[in-house]
């Protein structure tokens, strides 16, 4: 079971900062958090990873809480081509065999 | 482009055919592995190999039958498969398969009738 939370669905203005939040209260010590999108009809994309500290690359953000019990993925200037389902996982990475598991992540919509 | 590639991206097959997918990667990883993601599910894992030997096997039907002849490719082997088969097979690769991040292909789209 995917141990994370996600609202299924949000909006976003183009050009707006989209903040999509995830919840993973039982997250243990060694785990990560892991974001992918995917979009319509395609394989998921990898976006960003971080394990305590704020992550920054070219796509996005990642904004995680000190008690690290939640995390906030934020696109800072959205496009129409950012819509996609986006996906928080959390995973250890040094756990052998422990594989990703997908929920059904939040729809993200950019409307111009 | 992810660096793994999937072929064919669309097939469409009868009860009793028997075809195959296949991906390649082009990163250097040593870990591939194979998902499929029915209409409105989440991505569900199925195979996995490392080094070439399959590390684990989600209680896949025997219908479908993988092969990894070399790190840089996997194949998914289809047999006698079933309407409710019809889904997104996605491929993806990652260094090791222990906590590194995995870069997925574009996937096939696969229609059983």
């Known amino acids: 079971d995917a141990k994370t939370t996600q609202p299924p669905s949000m909006d976003c203005a183009e050009g707006r900062a989209a903040n999509l939040p995830c919840n993973h209260s039982?997250?243990?010590?060694?785990?990560?958090v892991y974001w992918y999108r995917q979009i319509h009809s395609q394989g998921p994309q990898y976006i960003i990873h971080g394990l305590k500290n704020n992550e920054t690359n070219e796509m996005a953000s990642l904004i995680i809480t000190e008690d690290r019990k939640s995390s906030t993925l934020i696109l800072p200037h959205a496009t129409l081509r950012d819509t996609a389902v986006y996906y928080c996982i959390v995973r250890s990475r040094d756990n052998y065999g422990q594989n990703f598991v997908f929920g059904p992540g939040t729809r993200l919509s950019v409307l111009p | 482009e992810t660096g793994v590639t999937q072929t064919p991206r669309h097939l469409v097959m009868g009860m009793t055919n028997k075809k195959s997918l296949k991906c390649e990667q082009h990163l250097g990883h040593n870990a591939m592995y194979w998902y499929k993601q029915s209409a409105k599910k989440p991505l569900e894992l199925m195979f996995v190999y490392n080094f070439k030997e399959q590390t684990e096997n989600n209680s896949v039907p025997s219908r479908f039958s993988p092969e990894c002849p070399n790190s840089s490719h996997l194949f998914l082997h289809l047999h006698t498969l079933q309407p409710e088969d019809s889904a997104l097979y996605l491929c993806?690769?990652?260094?090791?398969?222990?906590?590194?991040?995995?870069?997925f292909g574009p996937g096939t789209r696969l229609l059983v009738l």
């Open positions: 993806a690769s990652s260094h090791r398969t222990s906590g590194e991040t995995q870069y």
């Open positions: 039982t997250i243990s010590g060694n785990e990560y």
